[in-house]
Structure formats: structure tokens, C-alpha cells
């Protein structure tokens, strides 16, 4: 079974960082894409992040130049690093690969940006 676990959520305040890590249960480079999203109460899943193929990188506008996100072969692991956050990135992450055509989700680590 392909699973996926995410970790390092928690509260911060604006301005400050956190680091997003989803550890895979099959070797990373197995998935055609890894990518993150993130909700709110009330709102749909909206993409965040991806890296797909060979590493194409891909980001929502509003967290360009914030967010940066990548690919830890050793570790099999896909990390999100956020900077300068604001308080309107608080929200559930989760972490999405596609591993043989079909999308499999973690479970989700919420995120909290203080004011």
C-alpha cells in the first residue's frame, strides 16, 4: 500500500517560517508528480505547490518566491519550504503523489500564521 505522511505543521507567526515534510512509503522518484495543497474551513483543496517529472517546478501566485518546494531522494521525502508567511496561508496542507496513475493524498498538517 502507497502511503504518505505528512509532518511539520504548527503555529508561527507572520513573517516566519516552516518546513513541510511528506515522507513516502515507496521511493520518491516512483511518483510522476508530488505536489501540495492546502484548506480551509468552508473551501475547496486549491494547489500550492508541485514538482513533476523530472522536475519541473510549479506554484500558485501567491506563494511564489515564498514557498519553495522540493524532493529528498535519500529520505524519500517531499518538503515545503514556507517563508514569510501570512496569516492567509493558515490552513490543512496535504501532500499528493501520483504513483501509477492514481493520486494518493496524506493526511494532512495544519499550518497556523498568527498575526
Known amino acids: 500500500q502507497v502511503q504518505l505522511v505528512e509532518s511539520g505543521g504548527g503555529l508561527v507567526q507572520a513573517g516566519g517560517s516552516l518546513r513541510l515534510s511528506c515522507a513516502a512509503s515507496?521511493?520518491?522518484?516512483?511518483?510522476?508528480?508530488m505536489a501540495w495543497y492546502r484548506q480551509t474551513p468552508g473551501k475547496e483543496r486549491e494547489f500550492v505547490a508541485a514538482?513533476?517529472?523530472?522536475?519541473?517546478?510549479r506554484y500558485e501566485d501567491s506563494v511564489k518566491g515564498r514557498f519553495s518546494i522540493s524532493r529528498d531522494m535519500a529520505n524519500n521525502r517531499a518538503n515545503l519550504q514556507m517563508n514569510s508567511l501570512k496569516p492567509e496561508d493558515s490552513a490543512v496542507y496535504y501532500c499528493?503523489?501520483?504513483?501509477?496513475?492514481?493520486?494518493?493524498w496524506g493526511q494532512g498538517t495544519q499550518v497556523t500564521v498568527s498575526s
Open positions: 514538482i513533476v517529472g523530472g522536475g519541473t517546478l
Open positions: 515507496r521511493d520518491i522518484f516512483s511518483f510522476t508528480a
Open positions: 499528493k503523489g501520483v504513483y501509477a496513475g492514481r493520486d494518493v
